[in-house]
């Protein structure tokens, strides 16, 4: 029996059957209708993840985390979308996340508690690593690479939903199996916690803190649309759900609900970032207009929250 199987029995309050590869076509009578997976399928999904997020504290899990961070640190301070996509590629903690979605699915605690364990901890470590590598780069203006993953908005919680359906999908399915890698450079957990140390370290806490947003947002909206992928492909048993029907209800309903808290503030910013649009085109051409016949260019429009700053450059400005 595989340790999330006997998880299952020891939470389940009723006798678990463990059937074996022979069985995999059989559904029990309150699984018709529903496209349940197979019991070694399901034990293979679970078991794959939960020996994943439990090998957080193996040598192989942080080094492959500190491996990838480094490479992401370098790729953001370097200006390198390519590295910083390498970094991606590499990241392994996309497995712990989706382990905690299983988890909250199937209503088992303890492999709940040591997924988000390994994700907290990789969490923390990955900012501290990048903390450290940005205090040996040359001083100097952030660059774009880090500005960029500073202003999250609703774009970036809609493509972490896609993403996260997707490897949860992608992790039952073996067919689809190999959109894993895309999913990973799709939601992007680990740039954002590199451009945490480094806004960090250049002193710029405001920066950080929308980098910080951003990984949290990837972060809430996986987990909460990967669980609902695990309930609606009949990756939980019928007779599981029914049992744990309340549990399974409370962590779903916890990870939506953190969703929509998220939601809130990449809402205000992309309707400040809509108006800031609106306002800079107004500003573009009523200088135009100004400038008309002078020679003179616009460089830059800076629209903040009660001044403009227009860059103007020719002849004749």
């Known amino acids: 029996m595989g340790t999330v199987e006997r998880e299952v029995a020891e939470h389940s309050g009723a006798p678990t059957r463990v059937r074996s590869g022979d069985d995999d076509g059989e559904r029990s009578s309150d699984e018709a209708g529903r496209r349940a997976m197979g019991p070694e399928e399901r034990g293979r999904v679970m078991d794959a993840l939960a020996m994943r997020a439990r090998g957080g504290s193996s040598f192989g899990f942080w080094l492959m985390t500190t491996l990838s961070v480094t490479v992401a640190t370098m790729g953001l301070s370097s200006d390198s979308a390519a590295v910083v996509i390498g970094a991606m590629l590499l990241a392994p903690l996309m497995t712990p996340v989706l382990a905690v979605a299983a988890s909250i699915a199937m209503a088992l605690p303890r492999a709940l508690r040591r997924a988000a364990a390994v994700v907290v901890g990789a969490t923390a470590w990955s900012v501290l690593v990048a903390y450290l590598?940005?205090?040996g780069l040359p001083d100097g203006p952030l660059p774009g690479e880090v500005l960029s993953r500073t202003s999250p908005d609703l774009r970036d919680l809609v493509v972490a939903l896609a993403a996260g359906a997707a490897g949860a999908y992608a992790t039952i399915?073996?067919?689809v199996s190999s959109a894993l890698p895309g999913v990973a450079v799709a939601v992007a957990l680990v740039p954002p916690l590199a451009a945490v140390g480094v806004a960090l370290e250049a002193g710029e806490p405001t920066l950080a803190k929308g980098a910080a947003l951003l990984y949290l947002a990837n972060l809430v909206a996986i987990v909460a649309v990967a669980t609902a992928v695990f309930l609606a492909t009949g990756f939980v048993p019928a007779r599981r759900l029914a049992l744990k029907r309340g549990r399974?209800?409370?962590?779903?309903?916890?990870?939506?609900?953190?969703?929509l808290a998220?939601?809130?503030?990449l809402t205000a910013a992309t309707v400040d970032?809509?108006?800031a649009g609106n306002e800079r085109d107004r500003v573009r051409d009523a200088v135009e207009d100004w400038l008309a016949g002078s020679g003179g260019e616009i460089d830059a429009i800076d629209v903040g929250a009660d001044q403009v700053a227009i860059h103007v450059s020719g002849p004749n400005p």
């Open 133 to 135: 590598l940005a205090l």
């Open 273 to 275: 970032a809509a108006r």
């Open 262 to 265: 998220i939601a809130v503030p």
């Open 173 to 175: 399915r073996r067919d």
């Open 248 to 259: 399974v209800a409370l962590g779903a309903a916890a990870a939506l609900v953190a969703t």
